[in-house]
């Protein structure tokens, strides 16, 4: 069973900046595309940003331009740098496999922006 261990979440005011940090344990990590979701009370989990194996990303349309993936597969880890954070970002953020999604999610790290 892979465990998914999110971090770095907390309480920003709005235009902060915060970097999330997840560990997969998973032997396989370097042949996963993964990504971040985030999911607020009463609404699905929604993918937010991707990055593939050969490291190539892609945004949902209101976090681009203020939201980096990244990753560094010698640590089986993949990170979330927002920047110009808003109060919709307010969230508990995922980090998962692309395409097909481990079960079961990790606990997730909550993001608050709020002043």
């Known amino acids: 069973q892979v465990q998914l261990v999110e971090s770095g979440g907390g309480l920003v005011q709005p235009g902060g900046s915060l970097r999330l940090s997840c560990v997969a344990s998973?032997?396989?990590?370097?042949?996963?595309?993964m990504g971040w979701y985030r999911q607020t009370p009463g609404k699905q989990r929604e993918l937010v940003a991707a990055?593939?194996?050969?490291?190539?990303?892609n945004y949902e349309d209101s976090v681009k331009g203020r939201f980096t993936i990244s990753r560094d597969n010698t640590k089986n880890t993949v990170y979330l740098q927002m920047n110009s954070l808003k109060p919709d970002d307010t969230a508990v953020y995922y980090c998962?496999?692309?395409?097909?999604?481990?079960?079961?999610w990790g606990q997730g790290t909550q993001v608050i922006v709020s002043s």
């Open positions: 998962n496999a692309a395409l097909k999604n481990f079960t079961p």
């Open positions: 990055i593939t194996v050969g490291g190539s990303t």
């Open positions: 998973t032997s396989i990590f370097s042949l996963l595309g």
